[in-house]
């Protein structure tokens, strides 16, 4: 059993270990309705999520991230985003991120170290939801970015960028409103992987990307190729954008074929907490009993 909140472990977390595959349940910072994390400046900023390594990154322009309760999925809450028309236009923006060994520098969050290499990724995948209020591109939904080191050296960090998967590039121009999609980024392309463009990574901005699949990439495009090291995986919101309102669930990520599915929830209050603790008790003596 693994869950990002100890005080919870007991009866909280719904952990299901089914050969390599598990299930870990990542807890909000507050409890009900949960977090609204948001930065009124030009300035990326972010906030960890204690005692994870995820964070809510590169917010700004009055965009929104946050473990809340506004859009339910599997369970009492989901990763909340939204983005508005701030002081510099439509550049709101919100990203929640799972980092290796993320680091804070200027107030926003960067990896310093990998999980992992692209060719050892295996499996890849999320929720999304966009609510039928957003008034931004029919086409936009909350994009997922792997995030890369191209040479695969730490040490060097002017290669850093990301692939990103946006259902635009995958065949559909408009993103269903009011209602979760589920997305398995290695399901497309007949087993090859969706259709994923670039920034960054040593390359000039979109180069060789919106045709190339995972397993391109893998395979070498540009910079990137098996070795480039995976720093860590982006869901996010923005720029550019206008209102946007949606969230993203159970985020999996799986290498060399060991799968966690991360699924986001509000801390109960702590008198829930309480008994729910006192519930673990009992039934832990009616087995004694017995």
Do not use: C
């Not at 506004?70 to 799972?98: H, I």
């Not at 999980?115 to 039928?132: A, I, K, M, Q």
């Not at 890369?148 to 050296?153: F, N, S």
């Amino acid at each position: 059993m693994k869950t990002y909140h100890p005080i919870l472990a007991a009866s909280l977390t719904a952990s299901l270990i089914t050969g390599a595959a598990s299930a870990t349940t990542v807890y909000s910072n507050a409890s009900a309705p949960g977090d609204s994390f948001t930065e009124a400046g030009t300035s990326s900023q972010g906030q960890a999520v204690t005692g994870t390594d995820f964070y809510y990154n590169n917010v700004r322009n009055d965009g929104v991230a946050g473990i809340n309760t506004n859009y339910a999925r599997s369970g009492n809450g989901s990763v909340y985003l939204q983005t508005v028309n701030g002081p510099g236009g439509d550049s709101s923006k919100a990203d929640f991120e799972l980092l290796a060994s993320g680091t804070a520098i200027g107030g926003n969050y960067f990896a310093a170290g990998s999980f992992g290499t692209l060719g050892e990724l295996t499996s890849l995948g999320y929720d999304w939801y966009r609510d039928s209020s957003s008034t931004n591109s029919a086409g936009q939904h909350p994009a997922l970015r792997i995030l890369v080191d191209a040479d695969g050296d730490l040490n060097t960090t002017g290669d850093r960028g990301g692939l990103v998967f946006e259902i635009a590039y995958n065949g559909s121009a408009t993103a269903a409103t009011d209602t979760w999609v589920s997305e398995d980024i290695f399901a497309y392309n007949a087993g090859d992987g969706a259709n994923l463009w670039t920034f960054g990574a040593g390359m000039t901005f979109a180069q060789e990307g919106y045709g190339n699949s995972l397993a391109d990439w893998v395979a070498g495009v540009g910079t990137v190729d098996a070795n480039s090291a995976v720093l860590g995986f982006s869901m996010g919101v923005g720029s550019g954008w206008g209102p946007f309102e949606g969230a993203v669930d159970n985020l999996v990520v799986g290498f060399n074929g060991s799968e966690t599915t991360y699924n986001f929830e509000v801390v109960p209050e702590p008198g829930s907490i309480a008994l729910l603790g006192l519930g673990g008790l009992a039934l832990i003596r009616r087995r004694r009993r017995a």
